[in-house]
């Protein structure tokens, strides 16, 4: 692995310096004024449309859609749209989010605040989960701030789902923001125009509700000045696991993977990462030296998803961990699809079984059996991204799963986890 001697950090989103330094003023004084149009200028929205495409900016959010194409779309439509700022943040392992939002509000607001005067919005709603009251506070109290300097064009108000895994799904947040439950109710394929209240709906992430509001200060040529030329700007990571020194980082995108490990303070033993989430993927040592580039992470079967990285020891077993995710994954799951409700137990069942040497050949054929049956079926991917976790771990670890499975667990089966792992009764859906 490559030496480091300091994090490669590039702060940009982070710039103001932390949740003491999250107010409007400082906000101001580091960023400036942020350049809103006239009333009637009525170019603003295909100029930031453009600016917004010309950036390159991807969903932060997982998905890693193109920011500027889900726009236009919405530009497009001829009701008045709801702006939708993600910030949920299920993914029980991440907290760039809370950290972008306790630390730079404004520029989140920012963001939002820019594409609801492009678009002639008729209100945001910044949706925080219920379990997350340091993230809605912060941001409530930035909207008071605004409001008091007269900074808000429309009606902007945080609001707080359920906060369960698949409660920011797109589809779960519009539900609900239309007075359902927090549930998804169909696989969102890009481009869709979702609706609230019969409204078309902008759903972005808080990560790409802030990059917005630099685009718009700054302009696309300055967001392309760091990052790979396939994927410009900077991107929020939560590293944990086999650190030692866990936290936020704000990288370029097309850091090499060690070179976030070394920075966050790994040591040499690092077995694999778990990147992108707990519907993630594993990373074998052999993609370390990958740049973090949607394509480079495609090609080593994985993806930076929610920009979640779990460095996993070598003395830890990624049999095990992966099955502590697959059930808690399970409970999370909405209790609509048969596929989901039955089959991810039963997926959990089996790596268990493996990872605890209490198994055979037939237990592995029969999870390789359930994890094609369950993959595509169900109305939401998260039963995609249990498939996928459990998959990548079987080939990642394939010399321990032999191992397993000749001569018995191994120590590491028996070690304390490095993931976060909360309660399962995430509450009611409503
Ligand atoms: S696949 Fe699972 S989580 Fe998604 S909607 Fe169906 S039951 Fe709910």
Known sequence: MTTLDSPPVTQRLLATGGPEHAGLANHLAVHGTLPVPERRDRDFAPRLVAAIEQSGLTGRGGGGFPTGKKMALLAAQRRRPVIAVNTMEGEPASHKDEV??????????????LVARALGAVGIKVCVAHDRPATANALAFAIDERAAAGLL????EVVTPPGRYVSG???????????GESTPTFRVEKPTILRVGGRPTLVDNAETMANIGLIGRYGPVWFREVGAPDAPGTTLLTVSGAVSRPGIYEIPLGTRVD????????????????????????????????PLTPSAMATAGASIGAGVVVALATSSCGLAETARIAHWMAGESAGQCGPCVFGLPAIAEDLTLLAAGR????????????LDEVEGRGACGHPDGVVRIVRSALSVFADDLASHLRSGPCPGSRAHTVLALPGRDGGPWR
């Open 100 to 113: 972008l939002a306790t630390s730079s509000p404004h520029l989140v607001l920012d963001g939002a605040e």
């Open 169 to 179: 799904e797109e589809s779960a947040l519009v539900h609900w923001l239309d007075g």
């Open 359 to 370: 198994s055979s050949h037939s237990v592995l054929e029969r999870l390789c059996h359930r």
């Open 153 to 156: 064009s429309v009606p902007t």
């Open 259 to 290: 070179r976030v490990l070394t920075g966050a303070g790994a040591d040499s033993g690092i077995a694999a990462v778990l990147l992108g989430g707990y519907g993630g993927a594993w990373l074998g040592p052999q993609h370390f030296s990958s």
